[in-house]
Nanobody
Framework: QVQLVESGGGLVQAGGSLRLSCAAS????????MDWYRQAPGKQRDLVAG?????STNYADCVKGRFTISRDNAKVYLQMNSLKPEDTAVYYC???????????????WGQGTQVTVSS
């Protein structure tokens, strides 16, 4: 069994910062790409930032220059600076994982953490 557990969400004023964390645990043979997605009410879930096992990163245009994704072993972080009200959403951690005893690469999701940015 594999779990992704997020933390670090909360309420912040516009212009402020938050740091999200996600820890992967369980029967993990190989932890490949890790990403952060977000979903605002009534909208689809969109990719915010991703990082490969080799450290290559990619960002949605709307967060470039403000957000930074990083990883450390089985943890992935999202440093969010200069937050705007439109960044308000539930943020989800996602990872592509190879599990012990189960051939193939599978998608796993965290439970989500709420980020609210007030104007």
């Amino acid at each position: 069994q594999v779990q992704l557990v997020e933390s670090g969400g909360g309420l912040v004023q516009a212009g402020g910062s938050l740091r999200l964390s996600c820890a992967a645990s369980g029967s993990i043979f190989s932890l490949n790409a890790m990403d952060w997605y977000r979903q605002a009410p009534g909208k689809q879930r969109d990719l915010v930032a991703g990082i490969t096992s080799g450290g290559s990163t990619n960002y949605a245009d709307c967060v470039k220059g403000r957000f930074t994704i990083s990883r450390d072993n089985a943890k992935v972080y999202l440093q969010m600076n200069s937050l705007k009200p439109e960044d308000t959403a539930v943020y989800y951690c996602h990872a592509k994982i190879v599990v012990f005893g189960k051939p193939g690469l599978y998608d796993y999701w965290g439970q989500g953490t709420q980020v609210t940015v007030s104007s």
